[in-house]
């Protein structure tokens, strides 16, 4: 007779699974706006309602799934918030490098220049969500400000999928790489304003490539993958 799943048995199902849904949500295999159900999730990923109820909670949570009226739908891309998370990013991560200049010692400095490099090599939405190797979010834990540090974690989590519409190719992250370099050797020298302004270029700048790819997959994934401009009028 089978035994019943203990409870870290259902909290490593539940991990996996959520681990493979992320990955397909952020991959675009499962596509903005598409409708998603625990019984089809059950059924696809092996695994049963409890583990996937949890993965969902979870994903909810990070922005990445909505509740929807037959149960659930990956989040269509809110451009509207996009924006407004992107102007957020500005003022805290202007706010983290600047303490991070004063702050970070050169052996964090060194550390955080070696794992930039490694990261290069590993580009997959599994690798860029796994708390701590986002680059931005090195930088902000470097502030020894774990507010901003969590603040700037929140951002990615939720603009992660958007920029992965750009960052999947080679040479935008090569790019990347090379502007990262920039920020961390002005952070080297302890120039918090220089590196500030750098680090503003580059969000504004990936902030424009990342609209700019949106708006040209509108026809790929159409209207439910994108959700409806909030109505302000009276």
């Not at 500005?90 to 303490?99: F, H």
């Not at 052996?107 to 190797?133: I, K, N």
């Amino acid at each position: 007779m089978p035994t019943k799943p203990t409870m870290d048995e259902d909290l490593s199902l539940a991990e996996r699974a959520l681990g493979r849904m992320r990955s397909d949500i952020l991959a675009l295999r499962l596509a903005p706006g598409e409708v998603i159900s625990e019984r089809s999730l059950e059924a696809f990923y092996g695994v049963s309602r409890t583990p996937i109820r949890q993965a969902l909670a979870e994903l909810i949570r990070e922005g990445l799934v909505v509740r929807a009226e037959r149960g659930y739908a990956v989040a269509p891309f809110d451009l509207a918030q996009l924006e407004q998370i992107f102007e957020y990013r500005e003022v805290v991560e202007v706010a983290a490098i600047r303490l991070a200049a004063a702050r970070a010692t050169p052996v964090e400095v060194d550390r955080l220049q070696e794992a930039v490099d490694r990261s290069l090599g590993d580009a997959t939405p599994e690798s860029w969500f796994t708390a701590g190797l986002d680059v931005h979010v090195w930088l902000a834990e470097l502030s020894h400000n774990r507010f901003l540090r969590d603040a700037v974690q929140d951002c990615v989590n939720r603009t992660i999928r958007a920029r992965w519409l750009v960052a999947s190719s080679p040479q935008a992250r090569a790019a990347a790489h090379r502007e990262h370099n920039a920020i961390i050797a002005l952070l080297r020298r302890g120039d918090g304003e220089a590196a500030a302004e750098a680090v503003l270029r580059h969000t504004r700048d990936v902030r424009a490539q990342v609209m700019q790819a949106l708006e040209q997959s509108r026809r790929l994934f159409g209207a439910r993958g994108f959700a409806e401009p909030a109505n302000e009028g009276g």
